[in-house]
Nanobody, 124 residues
Framework: QVQLVESGGGLVQAGGSLRLSCTASGRTYSSNVMAWFRQAPGKEREFVAAIRWSDDSGYYADSEKGRFTISRDNAKNTVYLQMTSLKPEDTAVYYC?????????????????WGQGTQVTVSS
């Protein structure tokens, strides 16, 4: 099992920035891909960004390219999501997820482990 704990959410004004953190524990060696998803009220969970523990290249949803940056610190078993130029439509619960398989995926169904989520609210 892999346990994921997110932190860093909060209330921010439009145009502001936040950095989310996700710390993994347990059988972290069984997770190859780490990702961030988000879910707004009444909407489906959507992919935001993903990264492998083994390389630095992030993979992003088109709407977040250039505004969000995913990174990882292997020594701390922590993945980050730096969010800039935030918009009210970025308001959602942000979830960290881990996938056993090596291939990155944008489908939440392909992820084996999930955190409890952290709320991000962007005011206009």
């Amino acid at each position: 099992q892999v346990q994921l704990v997110e932190s860093g959410g909060g209330l921010v004004q439009a145009g502001g920035s936040l950095r989310l953190s996700c710390t993994a524990s347990g059988r972290t060696y069984s997770s190859n891909v780490m990702a961030w998803f988000r879910q707004a009220p009444g909407k489906e969970r959507e992919f935001v960004a993903a990264i492998r523990w083994s390389d630095d290249s992030g993979y992003y949803a088109d709407s977040e390219k250039g505004r969000f940056t995913i990174s990882r610190d292997n020594a701390k078993n922590t993945v980050y999501l730096q969010m800039t130029s935030l918009k009210p439509e970025d308001t959602a619960v942000y979830y960290c997820a881990a996938r056993t398989y090596f291939a990155r995926s944008v489908s939440p169904n392909d992820y084996n482990y999930w955190g409890q989520g952290t709320q991000v609210t962007v005011s206009s």
